[in-house]
């Protein structure tokens, strides 16, 4: 049986079944969700066919090659991603012609890889250096390097515009700086400056940074707190008013797929954003129309695929898988909390894809890579370990037979 042959029997199966399960019924919602705009709902489903057939090339290159290869490019996909941010337009993306794509993803499929690689190889460089050694080892200098890379990165993209993208760097540091194996006592201690820092990064750094990012919070904190005669809900609280209420009237069936006027459908009404419901607002489009079961059904097949990832990030050989796979765990974890949490007022509108549903090009394959990293973590989980065999036992020599007396 060759190498290639057997790693393809070695996949993780359940994760595809699970991943593509998603992916088909994201094609779903998508036809539905756009089905007002010029080009109608079909264009844009065949659209997102064709980046799930780009996608599932680099998922399964990504699978079948050892993910030890892929920390040399960390850096340089780091550094080109905060590049192309500084070149970003109103909508946080780069435009090449008739394709465009985000950046800010690329950042943050670098910005892992980077994190991994430096807090894999410190510590050993630091055994190859006696002098230094216990310095590189410290969980201060893990701590310096996931907040430099964290931060940076948090920054430049806040700048830019994206604050959904930006935010998932927070829960993407906290997984590192858990999984890297930093102390309690540093974690703790972190925790309670990021909160002693929370009104300074509210009134000071965020309008510097960002220009609607305080207006938002404003909007989601009165609404949250019922204050609605401080909203404006044909201004700033437009689309946090719309989706939740059309999340809230769904029931439990729905109103049906593709449902017309007549069916009571809000979006078929126009209430729902229709610029953006087939991608940021995707979740409010499948709760009115699939109802709370399909909303259910949603929900429980993505715990299904963060389970089955952390459930590989068990049997990583090394410390650098379980870093790429805690990784990959935070940032569709992050995306999908955020994502549905703005549908129901759990969370500001930010403008946030849903992993694997939403249509968004560069996302979606970007979210097969982190999905195939982590296959290639449970693929390669075996590779480069020393079996220890039991020693063979001694040869018994039968010698010639004695004469019994």
Same mark, same amino acid.
């Given at each position: 049986?060759?190498?290639?042959?057997?790693?393809?029997?070695?996949?993780?199966?359940?994760?595809?079944?699970?991943?593509?399960?998603?992916?088909?019924?994201?094609? =779903?919602? #998508?036809?539905?969700?756009?089905?007002?705009?010029?080009?109608?709902?079909?264009?844009?489903?065949?659209?997102?066919?064709?980046? @799930?057939?780009?996608?599932?090339?680099?998922?399964?290159?990504?699978?079948?090659?050892?993910?030890?290869?892929?920390?040399?490019?960390?850096?340089?996909?780091? @550094?080109?991603?905060?590049?192309?941010?500084?070149?970003?337009?109103?909508?946080?993306?780069?435009?090449?012609?008739?394709?465009? =794509?985000?950046?800010?993803?690329?950042?943050?499929?670098?910005?892992?890889?980077?994190?991994?690689?430096?807090?894999?190889?410190?510590?050993?460089?630091?055994?190859? #250096?006696?002098?230094?050694?216990?310095?590189?080892?410290?969980?201060?200098?893990?701590?310096?390097?996931?907040?430099?890379?964290?931060?940076?990165?948090?920054?430049?993209?806040?700048?830019?515009?994206?604050?959904?993208?930006?935010?998932?760097?927070?829960? +993407?540091?906290?997984?590192?700086?858990?999984?890297?194996?930093?102390?309690?006592?540093?974690?703790?201690?972190?925790?309670?400056?990021?909160?002693?820092?929370?009104? #300074?990064?509210?009134?000071?750094?965020?309008?510097?940074?960002?220009?609607?990012?305080?207006?938002?919070? $404003?909007?989601?904190?009165? /609404?949250?707190?019922?204050?609605?005669?401080?909203?404006? %809900?044909?201004? $700033?609280?437009?689309?946090?008013?719309?989706?939740?209420?059309?999340?809230?009237?769904?029931?439990?069936?729905?109103?049906?797929? /593709?449902?017309?006027?007549?069916?009571?459908?809000?979006?078929?009404?126009?209430? @729902?954003?229709?610029?953006?419901?087939?991608?940021?607002?995707?979740?409010?489009? @499948?709760?009115?129309?699939?109802?709370?079961?399909?909303?259910?059904? *949603?929900?429980?097949?993505?715990?299904?695929? *963060?389970?089955?990832?952390?459930?590989?990030?068990?049997?990583?050989?090394?410390?650098?898988?379980?870093?790429?796979?805690?990784?990959?765990?935070?940032?569709?974890?992050?995306?999908?909390?955020?994502? %549905?949490?703005?549908?129901?007022?759990?969370?500001?509108?930010?403008? %946030?894809? +849903?992993?694997?549903?939403?249509?968004?090009?560069?996302?979606?394959?970007?979210? /097969?890579?982190?999905?195939? *990293?982590?296959?290639?973590?449970?693929?390669?989980?075996?590779?480069?370990?020393?079996?220890?065999?039991?020693?063979?036992?001694?040869?018994? %020599?039968?010698?010639?037979?004695?004469? /019994?007396?």
């Amino acid at each position: 049986m060759t190498p290639l042959f057997r790693k393809l029997l070695g996949l993780n199966w359940p994760l595809i079944l699970t991943m593509y399960g998603l992916l088909a019924f994201g094609v =779903f919602c #998508i036809e539905s969700a756009a089905r007002h705009l010029p080009n109608g709902g079909a264009w844009y489903a065949e659209r997102q066919r064709m980046w @799930i057939l780009v996608g599932s090339v680099i998922y399964f290159s990504t699978a079948l090659i050892d993910y030890r290869w892929y920390r040399w490019v960390g850096l340089p996909v780091w @550094i080109v991603g905060l590049g192309l941010m500084t070149k970003v337009n109103d909508v946080a993306q780069v435009d090449f012609g008739s394709f465009s =794509f985000q950046p800010a993803q690329i950042v943050l499929a670098g910005g892992l890889l980077l994190t991994a690689w430096l807090l894999q190889d410190l510590p050993r460089l630091g055994r190859l #250096i006696p002098k230094i050694g216990w310095l590189l080892e410290e969980p201060f200098l893990k701590t310096a390097i996931i907040g430099v890379i964290s931060g940076i990165s948090f920054l430049v993209v806040m700048k830019m515009g994206d604050m959904g993208s930006a935010i998932v760097w927070l829960p +993407l540091a906290g997984v590192s700086l858990l999984v890297a194996g930093v102390p309690f006592r540093y974690l703790s201690s972190l925790a309670l400056l990021g909160v002693a820092l929370v009104p #300074i990064a509210y009134f000071i750094a965020l309008p510097a940074v960002s220009k609607r990012g305080p207006e938002r919070i $404003e909007t989601y904190l009165n /609404m949250l707190h019922g204050h609605e005669e401080k909203v404006d %809900i044909l201004a $700033e609280g437009y689309a946090a008013h719309r989706v939740s209420v059309a999340v809230g009237k769904a029931g439990w069936l729905g109103t049906g797929w /593709m449902a017309d006027v007549s069916r009571g459908s809000l979006h078929a009404k126009g209430f @729902i954003p229709q610029k953006t419901a087939h991608n940021d607002y995707i979740f409010a489009v @499948i709760a009115e129309e699939q109802g709370f079961r399909g909303s259910l059904l *949603l929900l429980s097949s993505f715990a299904l695929l *963060l389970v089955l990832c952390l459930f590989i990030g068990t049997y990583a050989r090394d410390p650098l898988g379980r870093l790429l796979v805690g990784g990959a765990v935070s940032i569709l974890f992050a995306h999908i909390f955020e994502n %549905i949490g703005m549908c129901v007022l759990l969370m500001p509108i930010t403008g %946030i894809p +849903l992993p694997l549903i939403s249509y968004s090009g560069t996302f979606v394959v970007i979210c /097969m890579f982190l999905l195939g *990293l982590v296959q290639s973590v449970w693929v390669h989980r075996d590779a480069g370990r020393v079996v220890e065999e039991e020693p063979a036992a001694a040869p018994v %020599i039968i010698g010639p037979a004695r004469s /019994m007396r």
